[in-house]
């Protein structure tokens, strides 16, 4: 069996042949990069912001992942939740950064707010503080207004996301629609209703949600909660329409959804999940990068004439001879790199018309710009980029 390259003869799709990772670099202005733990998400992510900035464009890699991995693949000592510039010899321009919800979502507060004192009210409400802090899709949300401001206001030619894994990217690329859903609910619609003499004029049903949350939580919660809806009174327009510009960005045509797996049998199970869950969202996958794969060091034909030439050898003496366990590795190699591509046959098959591309195990993990540039070529190589 031959490994293929980035099955560049893939069907057309509506009259246009499906992009090459090539031209997702160079044309398109939004890329997220998708997939499970552990598969080098990230550092692909990195690349490819890297790739951009070789060709000319002014790059910008964010991660959702609160881990470090993006500040250590760009060999930095760490990355703040503003744009940090990555020097290096390349005509365009490399930043990066790592999301900060908290941070982000003050600076939104700053921004909607009409005065300093309603921006201050809300920012030592104890609701704010949770909700900033522990409360589940806040980084998801927050994501969603770094990547608005980004791509409206950063004066970036491309913005790659490294999401975190799978299935809270599905949070991320649902937290338009949820926040949206949230905004336009009766219960906090009433709660928001401006009325300067207390829960009197609160409409029934968040009397009734309200009673319940004070009968379990105590009072101060629900003046909390009220207080910091109150504060909030007038801003939720603004979220409103920047979570519906961000699904516009997300579903155009500019923007370019990268599967990141690796040929483990979990990893591809995560990648068919979220291939699937795109189609579902109206999206689709622009390439599928395998990342860390045995490489095939022979086709079939070559493996048969150098086992057959070893054969021949083997049945004199000298350095000839010793033949044989090379062609064993060799043949050991070639058998492992089958069962990867067996392993991901299925998502292959799934993502189609997509390119498929394949970046080999490495010696060590990449740790500074110069593996990455490695990386980077590996992968664009195969677009003879």
């Not at 791509?151 to 690329?173: K, N, Q, Y």
């Not at 859903?181 to 003499?197: D, W």
């Not at 591309?357 to 540039?373: E, K």
């Amino acid at each position: 069996m031959t490994v293929p390259g980035p099955d560049a003869a893939r069907p057309e799709v509506d009259g246009e042949a499906p992009a090459t990772m090539d031209d997702v670099v160079r044309r398109r202005s939004i890329v997220v990069c998708c997939g499970s733990g552990g598969v080098g998400k990230t550092t692909t992510a990195a690349a490819i912001a890297l790739q951009a900035a070789r060709l000319g464009r002014t790059a910008c890699v964010v991660t959702i992942d609160p881990a470090r991995r993006l500040a250590n693949s760009l060999g930095v000592d760490g990355l703040s939740n503003n744009p940090t510039r990555i020097e290096g010899d390349w005509p365009g321009e490399l930043h990066a950064l790592m999301l900060d919800p908290k941070g982000t979502f003050d600076d939104l507060i700053a921004r909607y707010a009409d005065s300093e004192s309603q921006a201050e009210d809300i920012r030592v409400n104890r609701i704010y503080r949770n909700l900033t802090g522990t409360l589940s899709g806040t980084q998801e949300y927050m994501a969603m207004e770094k990547l608005y401001e980004l791509v409206e206001e950063g004066g970036f030619d491309i913005v790659v996301v490294d999401t975190p894994p799978s299935r809270s990217a599905l949070d991320f690329l649902d937290a338009p629609r949820r926040l949206t859903h949230f905004l336009e609910n009766r219960i906090f619609k009433a709660v928001m209703a401006p009325t300067r003499v207390g829960l009197r004029f609160i409409g029934v049903a968040a009397q009734a949600l309200l009673r319940t949350i004070s009968r379990v939580a105590g009072a101060d919660i629900v003046h909390d909660a009220v207080a910091f809806f109150q504060a909030f009174e007038g801003m939720e327009e603004g979220f409103r329409q920047r979570a519906a510009r961000v699904r516009e960005l997300l579903v155009q045509p500019t923007t370019a959804f990268v599967l990141v797996a690796s040929p483990r049998p979990d990893s591809v199970d995560e990648a068919v999940h979220f291939a699937g869950k795109l189609a579902q969202s109206g999206m689709s996958a622009t390439a599928l990068i395998v990342n860390r794969v045995q490489p095939r060091f022979a086709t079939d034909d070559q493996l048969a004439a150098v086992a057959s030439h070893a054969d021949r050898a083997g049945r004199g003496s000298g350095p000839a001879a010793d033949l044989g366990d090379l062609v064993e590795n060799l043949t050991g190699y070639t058998l492992a790199s089958d069962r990867e591509e067996t392993i991901f046959a299925t998502l292959v098959a799934d993502v189609r018309p997509a390119h498929v591309y394949r970046v080999p195990l490495l010696n060590s993990d990449v740790h500074n710009l110069i593996g990455l540039a490695e990386v980077a070529d590996l992968l664009f190589a195969q677009d003879g980029a």
